[in-house]
């Protein structure tokens, strides 16, 4: 009985811990540095809808940086990426 409840106890904390660690992971891609990556590959595109999509999706991913919205800003910065890459 003892062995099922220390079974249930370790479940229990790996369930706890798994929304934390996809958190951290969709923060580490909103940073400053991967922002200013971005702007440059954009900056560097031929104008067109991909550029125009790409410049749309940094803006928005700076937004969300400077409102504390860290998974919504690493969403569009990956959508302004994939964007810059014409993808």
């Known amino acids: 009985m003892t062995k099922l409840l220390g079974v249930i106890a370790i479940a229990a904390a790996a369930f706890a811990v ?11 891609g909103c940073s400053g540095a991967n922002l200013e990556k971005t702007e440059t590959a954009i900056e560097n595109m031929a104008d067109g809808d ?34 810059a890459m014409g993808k």
């Open 18 to 28: 798994a929304p934390v660690q996809a958190a951290k992971h969709a923060m580490g």
């Open 50 to 83: 991909s550029k125009f999509v790409a410049q749309k999706e940094i803006a928005a991913a700076q937004g969300a940086l400077l409102s504390g919205k860290m998974r919504a800003c690493g969403a569009h910065l990956n959508k302004a990426t994939h964007a």
